[in-house]
């Protein structure tokens, strides 16, 4: 089946530890997208990519970096910089520019303890 | 860049009811896209709708871009209606979507 995947479902990380969240998708979409979602709130851009060895940062870069080698990967570091870790973190992609339809995979909750 | 607001913000819902959601944004787009967020926190895409009126099952949606409103109908709510629905549109100031709060929606049975 065509979709995105992401990985861990949930996980914990312990202060000052970096932490790295797997996303994969087998859609073939140029774009992949970071958000940040905190209770009760919308989605916030982390980062974004439109091509391959490219990305730019979002509203919320800071304490986070990517990387995308792969057309089907956009894997999300959580730094030991970023304050307030803690939240749920979708990633996204869509067939070509900001614009298309967008899909998300089921997200990943990160806890800091 | 563009201001999304989605209204109202929380919503109790008798199941069988029929509801109105409603999305304001403050700049012209021909782009809006409606999602579901499931109490799990899956996002599912229910509209790519820029202009016009769409309708999927129990669900439609009206896109007036001239006047900066959308609107998502639901009608005969079910429980698994529940949950958060976002609109979003693009800002093409700095290239990326613009999301609204999100509108809770809880149906009871």
């Known amino acids: 089946d065509g979709g995105i995947t992401q990985s861990p479902k949930y996980l914990f990380r312990k202060e000052g530890q970096n932490v790295t969240l797997s996303c994969e998708q087998n859609l073939n979409h140029d774009a992949m997208y970071w958000y940040r979602q905190d209770p009760g709130q919308g989605l916030r851009l982390i980062y974004y990519?439109?091509?391959?060895?490219?990305?730019q940062k979002g509203d919320i870069a800071e304490g986070y970096s990517v990387s995308r080698e792969k057309k089907e990967s956009f894997p999300l570091t959580v730094t030991s910089a970023q304050k307030n870790p803690t939240a749920f973190y979708l990633c996204?992609?869509?067939?070509?520019?900001?614009?298309?339809?967008?899909?998300f995979g089921e997200g990943s909750w990160l806890t800091v303890v | 860049g563009i201001q999304v607001e989605q209204s109202p913000p929380d919503l109790i819902l008798q199941e069988g009811a029929n509801s109105t959601l409603r999305c304001n944004f403050s700049d012209s787009v021909n782009n809006l896209q409606w999602f579901h967020q499931n109490p799990w926190g899956q996002l599912i895409n229910l509209f790519y709708i820029p202009s016009g009126t769409k309708q999927n099952g129990r669900l439609s949606a009206t896109t007036v871009a001239t006047e900066r409103y959308s609107l998502l109908y639901i009608s005969s709510s079910q429980t698994t209606d529940s949950g958060v629905y976002f609109c979003a549109v693009i800002d093409y100031g700095n290239n990326r979507l613009a999301f609204g709060k999100g509108n809770q929606v809880v149906v009871i049975p």
């Open positions: 996204a992609s869509s067939r070509g520019q900001t614009g298309n339809t967008i899909y």
């Open positions: 990519s439109q091509i391959v060895n490219d990305f």
